[in-house]
């Protein structure tokens, strides 16, 4: 997806790993001086939904060569391309075998159904919940005035942004020793009612209350985005596997939570606008709200607790004492001594650093080269592009779960490439006096069905290299950089511009994309010396 935003921020996503709500505000901050940029801007307050949720979709008009309708039938061709993917990808794309004609019936086969059956619809309902605030973050903050009356400037409302974002990096690693230590079905309830309390803190007028629910939020995010998944991966893990078919169950597993997740936010999208409507700016909290308490009622009666192994049963066989299940500190040498783990959370951050970056800026961008292409005063449709993004996301999580039986690094590669040379292509479009709009959309929806391949594969790379015993905490260290990332670009974007910032992007991408290539290296080695 996913994730972290997850888009984004989820894109789905969000994120803090793909797609968290707090990421979907940074769009609406004006990235440059330019008059045009901060008129795009203003613009998409209203509609602009990045990876959280969609906005109401602009309305269309019968007049061909529109924005919206171009958008409109590129998000036509895309959900046709979703659909020729899943049903025509998985026949030409499977080989024929005895062991797959009997896969559907092996007992690891049933139990990961079953383990799905349990996992993807709580899963979808907490996304949602997440997905349902996007959208609105900026005006449910803008409806709120100082003492003296005056509305809360952007600057005021830009602090309660980076107050979630500062809550997630601080207190991430901390929270995921707890989920480790306490358990994960614990920490996901812990996630909804954190997440319930800072959705329902918008009906406060009063601005302490507002940073408090911020804080409680970002401590939710880094529950959602790594507790949940813990829970899975250990789960699956659990399953006998004589037929050596658990990792491609989990692989497959995570590609239809992150499929569907794209059509979940497109879904949160309408019902936060409907919220909207009926109940205010606050309503999609509201809405949310209600979702949390239903995914709460569903995890405590559906899931299994399980927790962190406290050790190795190797260390156990010799006899040595047992130790604690997880710490910071312990993650962190881990994260620091073994170079697989070091390398999965190099791509993590790096990846979701740029997808965050690209979040912030493409409205902007393509304003700006709407405008070139359809004349001075021509609406940009952010709902009806977030829409083909998602709908990009869903093709690319499809496509992932027809590709990764080449297996998930080379999967990985080439995605990192090609997401590295998509954002290349927009930052380089973007720097010309007139943006070509084709060759931008293009691009950027590219750039998309890479981060719908991305979330399951870092779900899957995840369940590969990061021990159990400390799972939450390192995915939660992994987060640490990114958020660094994300906000030292928000913090310098007047400075480094639209082009600069996407320019920074596409870096990323390349760095995401060169440690692939060094694990799928180390990885391959480590295979030929088991064999041999």
């Known amino acids: 997806m996913s994730s972290t935003s997850n888009t984004v921020i989820n894109l789905r996503q969000s994120v803090l790993y793909p797609i968290?709500?707090?990421?979907?505000?940074?769009?609406?901050?004006?990235?440059?001086?330019?008059?045009?940029?901060?008129?795009?801007?203003?613009?998409?307050?209203?509609?602009?939904?990045?990876?959280?949720?969609?906005?109401?979709?602009?309305?269309?008009?019968?007049?061909?060569?529109?924005?919206?309708?171009?958008?409109?039938?590129?998000?036509?061709?895309?959900?046709?391309?979703?659909?020729?993917?899943?049903?025509?990808?998985?026949?030409?794309?499977?080989?024929?075998?005895?062991?797959?004609?009997?896969?559907?019936?092996?007992?690891?086969?049933?139990?990961?159904?079953?383990?799905?059956?349990?996992?993807?619809?709580?899963?979808?309902?907490?996304?949602?919940?997440?997905?349902?605030?996007?959208p609105y973050f900026y005006s449910v903050y803008a409806t709120k005035t100082l003492a003296d009356g005056t509305p809360f400037p952007l600057g005021l409302i830009s602090k309660l942004f980076l107050t979630g974002f500062a809550s997630t990096a601080v207190f991430g690693p901390w929270l995921g020793r707890v989920a480790d230590t306490r358990g994960r079905k614990k920490a996901t309830l812990l996630f909804t009612l954190l997440y319930t309390m800072g959705a329902l803190s918008t009906r406060s007028p009063v601005l302490l209350y507002l940073f408090l629910g911020r804080v409680l939020s970002g401590l939710g995010t880094s529950l959602l985005f790594s507790a949940p998944e813990s829970w899975l991966v250990s789960e699956s893990q659990s399953i006998p596997d004589p037929d050596g078919r658990g990792g491609k169950e989990l692989s497959k597993t995570f590609g239809l939570a992150y499929a569907g997740d794209s059509v979940v936010a497109i879904a949160a999208g309408q019902l936060a606008s409907v919220a909207a409507r009926t109940r205010g700016e606050t309503g999609p909290f509201e809405l949310s709200a209600a979702f949390l308490v239903l995914g709460a009622a569903g995890v405590a009666t559906m899931w299994n607790e399980n927790k962190a192994a406290s050790q190795s049963n190797e260390k156990r066989a010799v006899g040595e004492a047992e130790k604690p299940a997880s710490s910071i500190r312990d993650g962190l040498k881990m994260v620091m001594s073994d170079p697989k783990i070091f390398l999965t959370g190099l791509i993590q951050a790096a990846f979701e650093g740029a997808m965050y970056t690209f979040v912030i800026?493409?409205?902007?961008?393509?304003?700006?080269?709407?405008?070139?292409?359809?004349?001075?005063?021509?609406?940009?449709?952010?709902?009806?592009?977030?829409?083909?993004?998602?709908?990009?996301?869903?093709?690319?999580?499809?496509?992932?779960?027809?590709?990764?039986?080449?297996?998930?690094?080379?999967?990985?590669?080439?995605m990192l490439v090609t997401a590295a040379a998509s954002m290349t292509v927009a930052a380089f479009s973007s720097a010309l006096p007139f943006s070509q709009l084709k060759t931008l959309v293009l691009a950027f929806f590219m750039f998309e069905a890479c981060v719908g391949v991305y979330f399951p594969f870092i779900g899957t790379l995840r369940s590969k290299t990061v021990p159990d015993s400390h799972r939450s905490v390192i995915m939660n260290l992994f987060g640490i950089p990114l958020n660094a990332l994300v906000v030292a670009v928000f913090l310098g974007i007047k400075q480094l511009g639209v082009e600069g910032a996407l320019k920074v992007s596409a870096t990323s991408l390349a760095v995401a994309a060169g440690a692939a290539i060094k694990l799928r290296g180390i990885m391959k080695k480590e295979m030929k010396e088991a064999e041999n």
């Not at 602009?48 to 919206?68: D, E, F, K, N």
């Not at 009997?102 to 899963?123: E, G, Q, V």
């Not at 005063?377 to 709908?391: E, I, K, L, N, Q």
Request: with cysteine; net charge positive; proline share 7%.
């Open 20 to 134: 968290s709500s707090q990421s979907k505000f940074i769009s609406k901050i004006p990235t440059t001086s330019s008059s045009l940029q901060l008129n795009s801007i203003s613009q998409s307050i209203s509609s602009l939904s990045l990876r959280g949720g969609a906005a109401a979709a602009a309305s269309t008009t019968p007049v061909p060569l529109t924005p919206s309708a171009l958008f409109n039938k590129s998000l036509l061709i895309l959900a046709l391309l979703s659909v020729f993917v899943k049903l025509v990808g998985k026949p030409i794309s499977t080989i024929p075998s005895s062991s797959d004609s009997d896969s559907s019936s092996s007992p690891t086969s049933s139990a990961h159904k079953s383990l799905r059956f349990k996992f993807l619809p709580l899963f979808y309902v907490l996304r949602l919940s997440d997905w349902l605030q996007g």
């Open 361 to 414: 800026n493409w409205p902007p961008s393509l304003s700006l080269a709407v405008t070139n292409f359809f004349g001075p005063g021509a609406a940009t449709p952010y709902g009806s592009v977030f829409s083909c993004f998602m709908a990009c996301c869903l093709v690319g999580s499809t496509l992932f779960q027809r590709i990764v039986k080449f297996g998930v690094e080379n999967v990985g590669c080439g």
